[in-house]
Every structure is written in C-alpha cells, then in structure tokens.
C-alpha cells in the first residue's frame, strides 16, 4: 500500500491542530480568574495612576461607594471620617449621593466647605499644592489654571512698494534667482519675462510656449532656468544664450508646477494627468513617474533631507514621498478641500499646505499635524514663509493675510487695488514668493500685475515702546508736530 507523502506546511498544520486540541478541550470556557493576580494588577494600577490623590480624604457622600484599598497600598496612609471629624468637606452642590437616591431635607441645603475641612485638606496637599500661604487660603490653587494663547512675535506690516506692468495675461508664477539680481514670471500670454529685481525694469521676454506658463523655477547649480505650461511641455532653457535646450516629454496633461531638488540634478513636475514625474536634467530621462494622487496634482515642493518629494492634490490629500524607492511614504487626508499649495519652512522641519478649507502646519519627516490657521476664507492659491517665520497666503478673491508662523496668529490682512481699467473680479492672487533677502515680497496676480510689497521701515513694536521710554516720547512729538502744523 503506498503512503501518501504530504507536504512538510501541511504536516506542521496537522501538529499544531493535534496540540490545540489536547490543551483546550472547552473553546467556550474562560479562564478562571486569580485572585492574587488580580490583587496584584489593582495594586499597580492604583499606584501608577491614583497615587498622587490616595492621600486625599474620602468623600463623605462617597464613603459606601469607595472600596478599601488593597493590601498591595498598606504602605500608603490613607484618610477616612473616622481619623478626623474636622475633615469633612461639605460639598457645595445640591446633588443627590448617588443614582436614584432622592434628597433629603438635609442634602438640600446650599453649604460651604467647613473652615476646618479646608485647612485639613491644605496639610494633606504636597508641599507645592498647599493651599497655605500667610496664614490664608490660596484660591488660586483650587481652580485650574485657564489656558492661555502664546505670545506671537511682533512682526512690521507690510506695505505695497511697486507695481509692474508688462503681461498681456493672468501672471500665474514667480521664481527669484540665486543671486537675487533679477526674478522671472510666467504668464497666460505664454511668455516668461525677465525683470530687475531693484529697478522692477523689463530685461527679457522668452516666447515658446502655446499655451498659459504654469510654473518656473531658477536652477543654483546651473545658468539653467525650467519652465511648464498647460502644454504639457516642460522646458529647460539656456540664460547664456537664451534658448530651449531640452524638452521633457511624458506628461499626458496640463503640467502646473515644478521644483528643482536643492542638492541633486533632479527636476520634479506635477500634472492634471493625476502624476508627479522625476526627471534627470542632463539626460532627460524619466526616472520615476509617482503614481497613487486621484485627481490632478496642483503643488510639488523638494528638500534635500527625507522625504525629498511633497505633492498636494486636488483629491485633497498631500503625499510625502520616498525620491529612491519612487513610493509613497504616507498619506495626509486632514483636508476636505483641494490642496493648492506648499510651502515649506527654510530653518525648521516643519511645512504648511493651503486649501478652501484652512491652512494646515505639518512636521516632517511624518506628516505629524500641528496646527490649524484659520480666518483666510478663501480659495488659497500660494503660500510663503521666509526664516523670520512669517506665513503668507494669497487667495482667489486677491486678500493676502500675513501670519506668525509659531502661534498662526493673524497679525495683517491686504487687499490691494486691482490695476487700472481692470474688473475688481481680477483679483486674484495666483503665486507669491520671497526674494533672498526677504525683504521683499512679489506676487503673482489676476490683474495682469506684479506687485512688491515691503516691509514698513516706520513701524515701531508697542513692546519696544513701553521698554524704551524715549522712542515712546519721540513718537508722541512727532504726532503733535504734525497736528500742530
């Protein structure tokens, strides 16, 4: 007769049934309860938890209800009516001592504690929690401390400095160079133009895209300067002589922002087509294509630490992703609105993500939420933050709201003038950033406008005022030389 043979996964099964079989007879029947295991588990419970209060009296409406501490606490000294008439505490609610329990005559009465209970319960508190203090009482000691909202750093306001006129189109992005020398928009003219960052002067216009400019970005380790549009061309142009010198072809849609890794020649572009896309600059290959958003992909922003890569989509999620792996490495969905814009903080390991919704902190490297910054209602188009931790947001309606980026404090709100001859629905603010001295801020708006604004040089911090009595006395002379004359 042949055995039939069985494999070694199927054997082992066997065994393991046989075993369970043998040693639970009742699949039904709990496990009886220890005693001594369970005196032993209160204990510890009560003394990691309850220690702080187990000196505390026990309550006279409560003096049935409460259990006798076992024998795990003896070394503890506990408090009942008995060790001391005096330290009973009334209580000083008309509330019946348990469910069901109607009130009586007595239990009706309005009481305040006892000056004997108060003074035995200060002796019982930890030396830091006594209630004593000159012979009085300390109320403040009784009731919780209300939370308070952090201090937010002062911060001048700004103000609009000049307007640059010049597109024939919504201008729909802004890239400032390394040197801080000039800065470069994009438009739905489909023109890129150059202009002087002090003078605000026109230097150059580049023509080659069809269709609206949706995205530039300037390159710090090359004379290169990348361009994107709702083409869905993505170009890298030569500033020495001017001209496209690569194309990046891949994306099956409109392509609507780019960024350029800090450390690495890697490009990273995002697309309608639901994929942002990783590419080599030099050789022009597609290095990863990364999948997993559901709707177009609106923002993508680049670091050098981990994770390299951070999209926001307009399926309302904002993916961290792995650039080696070319994988998702977690998914935020706080957001129930499209998410339009990041900005990531240049000191801290922090970044902020703008949507209809609110405006959101993360903390890298695992998306951990912060805090929310709420107020700016409105379709958030773009966001910015320079190191002395201002936030800015600029919004469809054409509001930009400056936050402190610590507290999300809301210390100004701006709503400039459109241009002359313009509907007051062009609005709109499309893309903001600050130049490398942060002392400037240029926006990107429906108007077909660049606007600089600065910060106030004549502001003067009410703190500062209070502290130095002579800028408070200068101040307040010059405003009664000018009411006077």
């Known amino acids: 007769m042949d055995v039939q043979k069985h494999s070694v996964h199927t054997l082992v099964f066997r065994s393991l049934k046989r075993t369970h079989d043998m040693f639970v007879s009742d699949h039904a029947k709990s496990i009886p309860l220890d005693e001594q295991s369970h005196h032993m588990k209160m204990g510890v419970k009560l003394k990691t938890e309850y220690e702080a209060v187990l000196h505390m009296p026990v309550l006279k409406e409560g003096k049935d209800r409460v259990p006798q501490l076992s024998s795990s606490l003896q070394g503890h000294q506990t408090y009942t009516q008995a060790d001391d008439p005096d330290y009973l505490i009334t209580g000083t609610h008309a509330y019946p001592s348990g469910p069901g329990v109607a009130l009586t005559a007595d239990t009706k009465m309005h009481r305040n504690p006892s000056e004997g209970g108060v003074h035995s319960m200060a002796l019982a508190l930890p030396p830091s929690q006594s209630l004593m203090e000159g012979g009085g009482t300390r109320n403040s000691a009784l009731s919780r401390r209300a939370p308070t909202m952090p201090k937010p750093q002062w911060h001048p306001p700004w103000k609009l400095f000049r307007v640059i006129s010049g597109h024939l189109g919504w201008v729909r992005s802004i890239a400032v160079e390394p040197g801080n020398q000039w800065f470069v928009t ?23 895209h069809i269709s609206t400019v949706r995205g530039v970005a300037v390159s710090n380790r090359s004379p290169y300067l990348f361009s994107c549009g709702e083409d869905k061309q993505v170009k890298c142009w030569d500033l020495e002589y001017n001209k496209v010198i690569r194309h990046y072809h891949g994306h099956l849609s409109a392509v609507y922002d780019l960024d350029l890794h800090p450390t690495i020649d890697v490009l990273m572009t995002c697309s309608r087509d639901a994929t942002a896309r990783v590419w080599d600059i030099r050789t022009k290959a597609n290095v990863h294509t990364l999948t997993g958003h559901t709707n177009t992909v609106a923002t993508v922003r680049c670091q050098a630490a981990e994770p390299q890569v951070v999209t926001g989509s307009h399926d309302s999620t904002i993916r961290l992703w792995d650039l080696v792996a070319g994988k998702t490495r977690a998914t935020l969905t706080n957001h129930k609105k499209s998410v339009r814009t990041l900005a990531l903080h240049p000191r801290q390991y922090t970044f902020a993500s703008g949507s209809a919704d609110n405006i959101k902190q993360w903390m890298f490297p695992d998306g951990n939420f912060i805090q929310n910054l709420s107020g700016h209602n409105a379709i958030i188009n773009t966001l910015a933050v320079n190191s002395d931790g201002v936030l800015v947001s ?18 100004q709100r701006i709503h400039a003038a459109v241009q002359p001859g313009s509907l007051d629905s062009e609005s709109g603010i499309f893309a903001c950033v600050f130049d490398h001295s942060e002392s400037r801020l240029i926006t990107a708006e429906a108007d077909k406008t660049i606007k600089v604004y600065k910060e106030d040089d004549t502001a003067v911090s009410l703190t500062l005022m209070l502290k130095d009595p002579c800028v408070f006395v200068n101040i307040m002379l010059m405003c009664y030389l000018i009411l006077v004359f």
């Open 186 to 208: 994009g438009s739905a003219d489909r023109t890129i133009k150059i202009w002087d960052l002090a003078s605000g002067k026109l230097k150059l216009s580049l023509t080659g």
């Open 394 to 411: 600029g919004a469809d309606n054409g509001t930009i709201h400056m936050w402190d980026w610590r507290t999300g404090y809301n210390f």
